[in-house]
């Protein structure tokens, strides 16, 4: 113990000898990490798979359904009604839902003259919340995916409106209907939102509020995001027919396979459909069918956020700068106490003692430039998420990421201390001190 | 060749003032080959420093052939140097990074000689201290004896007026010590004065002409004296 | 001194010099591409929108009173909604529509010459519900035909932009009277910019009809005096929410605002990168500063050697900055090939025009204005190396 506190204390006697140089290089060695840091945080977010243990179950199926014959074979990134329910008819899946997102106002009946509060809706089915193991706080699910005037809460949104989180039975005034709240959520964050991510939603907020999907087309609830209507059906009128009969295409429709043998299946059972909507002249497209992975989700539906990716290419190069930069000013430094080094040695010191000296310096500047590093990359985070405000969503650290950080500070001031220390120090000793 | 009145030089710290040279007269002729000698601390390499403009003094007068040297600017002072002074150090000062030929080019270079010129005086200086075959050598691959004739032939090449040298011999041994007091008289023969700065009596003896210089004052300055006189050994250090 | 001393020089310090190389290379090929971007974005955002930018104001609102959501009710809404705004002082022009220019999303649709769907359809055109003040609110300019007017009322005519007339009939004189999918056209307006990722950010379509319902929301467009817009800004919520209590004013901007918006994407990265550039150029002149002030220490035996062999200070000070000039000079060729390197590999993850080789080399200049003034202090320190001192130390 003594003698690490010794070697520390060389250290910061070294840094106090020469302190302009010193933290000239730490600054350079900070600003390069601070900046990858920001931009790993963003980047691994955005890469982050929020379910690592069934993602490769989960599946968005898409089939090339349409109204008119036009020859393409890129199937509608959102699905109608009755592709939905033929795409459910099948038993392969563990677990089958769709859901779109929608918008509403909510208040409480007894509050009738308040104005309302604006709310984001899910419309959905029962297997969302095992889909994507959402977990909750008081109630459940509902028993099958029938309309009813059913609704499941956020926690947060339980908070807002009745102060409590244990609301479960209590009523809701959802537009004009009342609706009972069967289920509370505990705090959920999927991050990024895959479920979402076709409808350029990764990186925006959960719901507030679940409602049952069957009660969503009758109540004319529509998708928010995007719809699509390849008919002359009037979408404002009688939804609960139209929008179930026509080409109304507003869902997304995840299933989860888990086994390659349920994949080919299903994929299978996917032909199949096409094949008997052929036969019945309902799918006047190619086939073309797809059955993504949630994995591959952002790649399948061009949502990858372009600029991050080139920002996270730029801040590379640019920590390589700082780390050739650092390495410079620090073989500078070194040279120039070379002449210490040398009289160290001809003293006696050996080899390993004055390694673990270098090992000293190097841990004292992974941790002023750890610290540093941080506050660089908190202000640049600041920068691009004011700059870039889709990104707002993906700027958190948890302690795994922090401690990465702390070791990449490490082996970065390593890099940039070890070869200038070892050319320094073992340098002809008898030219050093002449 | 050399004229000096009253002059004085002052090393100032803030808490004392160290008179280094006091009212020095001094006259040095062309052709002149004199010895300048004196214990450590007498100021002597102050006086030489002046007289090779490295140094600024602060009262009194400098003529370097027949030119005033106080209060010329530093291009003015750094041409004089050039073309009219040439250097030899008691540590040869060669740049190791440099081959010999580079060594001796680079004040060639400063004075604007063209290529062909400058290779021609390289040829010559060298082919005088006897080194033409190791022109492409590093000067960490010569002898020291050796790399004190390349000095040497750096402060010849540019033909200067004189040439000050600042214990030419002190880091060499008795055998290349002779060598190179040798090229120096063969050089002031050749017409170049040469001021030399030694604290070693056999050498002085050497020149012509002997200086001595005791705190800072220039105790004597004669000319020409028999061998015999025991003068330098009483107070040479 | 000679380029060959030089090269001699810093072969001598092989790591030092690698390092730096590296540092270079890597710095200008970064801000040649941020330039690249910059110009780009700025470029993108400087695109004519055919907009009075600074004196319209767009409401974004949605009632929130499922009764209100659709007609005839809505319609009133909208009507008392608009009388209201337009008694505010400074407001010229009232109308509604159901989606903003310049903001993504709203209702789109085929867009094909009748009879000619397959060689003339355009996908994914706005189409706009539109009321004859929008002329005025959205200050339009007529190029052939008319403009919408009350008589067009829930009638099938069709107001279209130029280059959606042009696109569709070769010539933008030859659309009025002619047939598409939607209706007629009457008439032909100037560009205006509506969807940027849409087919083409200039196609719109107009028709006089009623919004059939709201549960998308709408938009009122007012036309202000330039003088008047943060005022007027102010009063918008209150005076909608005295109209109609149950609405929810979702945002009030003007185009300028939305318009800025709309590029926010291009300018945030334009400006981190050059944010970056910025900084890499900071550390491209610490090194060199840092890179000067070493040397001039580690050399200062050499600086006295030249001083006393006739160097004046200018020479010593050209001397230490040829260095830093040789080296940046190779830094730059290097860099302006990385540069094409970097622009290859961005224009594979994002639209990115070529680069001219103006600005690497423009780049080039300012990096060496930049270790040129980072050298200087440094440099001319070393000037002031004692040649009697120097050459006595060792």
Not at chain 1, 277 to 283: I, P, S
Not at chain 3, 241 to 256: G, I, M, P
Not at chain 3, 281 to 299: N, R
Not at chain 3, 301 to 315: C, Q, V
Request: negative net charge; glycine residues 6%; hydrophobic residues 45%.
């Amino acid at each position: 113990m003594e003698r690490i506190t010794h070697e520390l204390m060389l250290a910061l006697r070294g840094i106090k000898r020469a302190p302009a140089p010193y933290f000239l290089t730490i600054l350079i060695l900070s600003l390069g990490l601070g900046i990858f840091f920001s931009n790993a945080t963003l980047y691994y977010w955005l890469n982050n798979d929020p379910l690592p243990h069934k993602s490769h179950t989960l599946f968005f199926p898409q089939i090339n359904a349409g109204a008119h014959e036009d020859g393409s074979r890129e199937p509608h990134r959102i699905l109608s009604y009755r592709d939905v329910q033929l795409l459910s008819t099948s038993d392969i899946p563990s677990a089958k839902a769709a859901m779109f997102q929608s918008a509403g106002y909510a208040r409480l009946p007894s509050a009738e003259q308040r104005s309302p509060t604006p709310v984001h809706l899910r419309a959905t089915q029962r297997d969302f919340f095992t889909l994507f193991d959402v977990p909750f706080l008081h109630g459940g699910r509902w028993p099958d995916d029938a309309a009813r005037l059913e609704i499941i809460l956020s926690k947060a949104s339980a908070e807002r409106f009745f102060g409590e989180t244990n609301v479960v039975g209590e009523t809701l005034q959802l537009g004009n209907e009342l609706f009972k709240i069967i289920g509370v959520l505990d705090d959920w964050a999927l991050l990024p939102r895959l479920y979402d991510v076709q409808a350029g939603n990764g990186a925006a907020e959960t719901a507030d509020i679940y409602l049952p999907w069957e009660t969503a087309y009758d109540l004319s609830i529509k998708s928010n995001t995007r719809t699509r209507s390849e008919d002359n059906r009037n979408y404002n009128e009688n939804f609960a027919v139209n929008g179930r009969e026509g080409y109304f295409f507003q869902s997304q429709f995840w299933v989860q396979l888990d086994t390659p043998e349920q994949q080919a299946a299903y994929e299978q059972f996917m032909q199949q459909v096409v094949q008997s909507e052929k036969e019945a002249g309902r799918h006047p497209r190619p086939s073309a069918n797809r059955l993504t992975n949630m994995s591959n989700i952002a790649e399948a539906f061009d949502a990858r956020n372009r600029q991050l990716d080139v920002f996270a290419l730029v801040s590379l190069l640019f920590l390589i700068v700082c780390l050739f930069n650092a390495s410079h000013l620090s073989l500078n430094r070194y040279l120039a106490s070379q002449y210490e080094f040398g009289l160290r040695r001809a003293l006696g010191a050996s080899r390993g003692q004055l390694q673990k000296q270098i090992l000293a310096d190097v841990l004292v500047s992974a941790t002023i430039a750890f610290v540093f590093s941080l506050l660089v990359a908190a202000g640049a985070t600041k920068l691009i998420t004011t700059l870039l405000p889709s990104t707002r969503t993906l700027t958190s650290w948890n302690i795994e990421m922090v401690a990465v950080m702390a070791l990449i500070a490490l082996i970065a001031s390593y890099v940039v201390t070890v070869y200038p220390a070892i050319r320094a120090s073992f340098g002809s000793l008898s030219r050093q001190i002449k | 060749m050399i004229t000096i009145n009253n002059l004085s030089k002052i090393f100032r710290t803030e808490l004392i003032e160290t008179h280094a040279l006091r009212d020095i007269n001094l006259h040095i002729e062309e052709g002149d080959f004199a010895a300048l000698t004196g214990p450590s601390g007498s100021g002597k390499s102050t006086l030489l420093n002046i007289l090779g403009t490295l140094e600024s003094f602060d009262s009194g007068e400098y003529f370097l052939d027949g030119q005033p040297v106080q209060g010329l600017s530093d291009a003015a002072l750094s041409r004089l140097r050039n073309e009219k002074i040439g250097f030899i150090f008691q540590s040869f000062n060669l740049i190791k990074d440099f081959s010999i030929y580079d060594n001796i080019e680079l004040p060639l270079r400063y004075r604007g000689f063209n290529a062909k010129e400058r290779k021609q005086r390289i040829e010559e200086a060298l082919e005088l201290v006897g080194l033409q075959a190791r022109s492409s050598y590093l000067p960490g691959q010569l002898s020291g004896g050796q790399q004190q004739r390349v000095a040497i032939a750096r402060a010849i090449a540019g033909k200067p007026r004189i040439l000050l040298a600042d214990e030419p011999t002190g880091n060499l041994d008795s055998l290349m010590a002779r060598q190179v007091m040798e090229l120096l008289q063969q050089i002031n023969e050749q017409g170049c004065t040469v001021l030399m700065v030694t604290h070693d009596p056999d050498q002085a003896r050497r020149a012509a002409r002997h200086i001595q210089i005791v705190d800072g004052q220039l105790h004597d300055s004669t000319l020409y004296q028999p061998l015999s006189q025991p003068l330098a050994e009483t107070l040479g250090d | 001194m000679s380029i060959t001393l030089l090269l001699k020089s810093l072969s001598q310090r092989k790591v030092i010099t690698v390092l730096l190389l590296v540092q270079l290379t890597l710095t200008l090929a970064l801000l040649s591409n941020s330039v690249l971007l910059s110009h780009q974005a700025y470029s993108l955002s400087n695109q004519p929108t055919g907009l009075d930018l600074d004196s319209t104001l767009t409401v974004d609102l949605n009632p929130t009173d499922d009764n209100l959501m659709s007609q005839p009710a809505l319609g009133g809404l909208i009507q008392r909604q608009l009388e209201a705004l337009r008694l505010i002082p400074g407001v010229r022009h009232a109308s509604f529509t159901n989606q903003t220019p310049l903001l993504p999303g709203g209702m789109n649709g085929n867009t094909y010459v009748e009879d000619q769907e397959v060689t003339t359809n355009i996908p994914a055109v706005p189409f706009n519900f539109a009321d004859p003040e929008l002329f005025d609110a959205l200050q339009m300019t007529l190029i052939h035909g008319r403009w919408l007017t009350a008589e067009d009322s829930e009638t099938d005519s069709v107001v279209l932009t130029e280059t959606l007339a042009t696109q569709l009939f070769g010539e933008s004189s030859k659309a009025v009277g002619q047939l598409i999918n939607t209706g007629t056209v009457v008439g032909v307006v100037a560009d205006i910019m509506y969807q940027r990722f849409s087919s083409d950010q200039y196609y719109a379509l107009f028709f006089n009809e009623k919004l059939p319902s709201a549960e998308h929301g709408y938009s009122l467009i007012l036309n202000v005096e330039k003088s008047a817009i943060d005022r007027v800004r102010q009063q918008v919520a209150d005076v909608l929410r005295q109209v109609e209590a149950e609405t929810d004013v979702l945002q009030v901007n003007t185009l300028r605002q939305l318009h800025r918006r709309v590029f926010q994407q291009e300018r945030g990265l334009a400006i981190l990168l050059s944010a970056l550039s910025a900084m890499m150029l900071l550390v491209a002149m610490i090194s060199a500063y840092s890179h000067a002030l070493f040397h001039g220490l580690q050399q200062q035996n050499e600086i006295g050697i030249k001083r006393a062999l006739g160097a004046n200070k200018t020479r010593i000070l050209f001397e230490v900055l040829s260095e830093s000039w040789l080296t940046t000079g190779f830094g730059a060729i290097l860099g302006i090939l990385a540069s094409y390197l970097l622009q290859q590999q961005l224009a594979k993850i994002i639209s990115l025009s070529p680069l001219p080789l103006w600005l690497p080399v423009g780049a080039s200049v300012l990096l060496l204005l930049c270790v040129t003034i980072a050298t200087w202090y440094p440099a001319s320190i070393a000037t002031r190396v004692s040649p009697a001192h120097a050459t006595k130390a060792l």
